[in-house]
C-alpha cells in the first residue's frame, strides 16, 4: 500500500492514534508512557512527504543537476523527435517546440517533466493528445530542455 496516497493516509494515521489510545489506556509505567508519547512525534514525521519522495513523484532530476545541451540530442531523437520533428521544429504529430508558445516564461521547464510524466491533453494545437512517456529518466528530460532551449535561442526565443 502506498502510504502517501491520502485515503492510505488517513487510515493508517487512524490506527496509530487508536494504538497510541490503547497503550495510554493500558499501561502507565514509564517505559510504555514514553512509548505512548513518541508515536505522535513519529507521525508528524511522516506527515509531509520528504523532498526525495517529492522529487521522485514529480519525476525530477535530483537538485543541482544541470542539463546538458549534447546530452539531450540523442533523448529528443529517441523519444520525441517523431512528434516534436527535427530539432523540434514540429511535424504534422506534433508541434514545434521552438515557437514562442513554449518559451521559458510562459512553458517553465517543469511543464517538459510533467509533460513526459503526465502527457498532455490537447490545448494549443490541433494534434492531439501527448501520452506519458514512462521510459524516459528525469535526467534525460533536463537535458532535452537543455538542448530545446539552446534551439530556442538560436533562434531569438528567450
Ligand atoms: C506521439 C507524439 C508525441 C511525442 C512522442 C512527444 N510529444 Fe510532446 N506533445 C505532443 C502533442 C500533440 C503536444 C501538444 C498538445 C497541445 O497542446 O495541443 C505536445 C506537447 C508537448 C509539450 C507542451 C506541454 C504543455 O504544457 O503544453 C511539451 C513540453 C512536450 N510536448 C514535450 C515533449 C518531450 C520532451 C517529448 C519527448 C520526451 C515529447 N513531447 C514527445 C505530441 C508528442
Known amino acids: 500500500m502506498n502510504p502517501f496516497d491520502r485515503k492510505n493516509f488517513n487510515y493508517l494515521t487512524r490506527r496509530a492514534h487508536s494504538l497510541q489510545d490503547r497503550a495510554l489506556d493500558r499501561f502507565s509505567g514509564r517505559r510504555n508512557l514514553v512509548i ?5 512525534i513519529l507521525l508528524t ?5 520528504g523532498p526525495e519522495a517529492r522529487r521522485q513523484a514529480l519525476h525530477l532530476p535530483p ?9 539531450g540530442i540523442e533523448p529528443f ?20 517546440l521552438i515557437d514562442r508558445v513554449y518559451r521559458p516564461d510562459h512553458h517553465a521547464d517543469l511543464s517538459f517533466h510533467i509533460a513526459v510524466r503526465d502527457g498532455v491533453k490537447s490545448h494549443h494545437w ?13 535526467e534525460e528530460t533536463e537535458h532535452i530542455v537543455a538542448y530545446i532551449r539552446e534551439e530556442q535561442r538560436r533562434v531569438g526565443i528567450e
Open 63 to 71: 537538485p543541482g543537476f544541470k542539463g546538458i545541451v549534447e546530452k
Open 36 to 40: 505512548a508519547m513518541t508515536i505522535p
Open 77 to 96: 531523437e529517441k523519444y520525441c523527435m517523431v512528434c516534436h520533428g527535427v530539432k523540434g521544429r514540429g511535424t504534422d504529430q506534433g508541434p514545434p
Open 45 to 49: 514525521a511522516c506527515d509531509v512527504p
Open 126 to 138: 490541433r494534434h492531439g493528445d501527448m501520452q506519458p512517456i514512462p521510459l524516459i529518466t528525469p
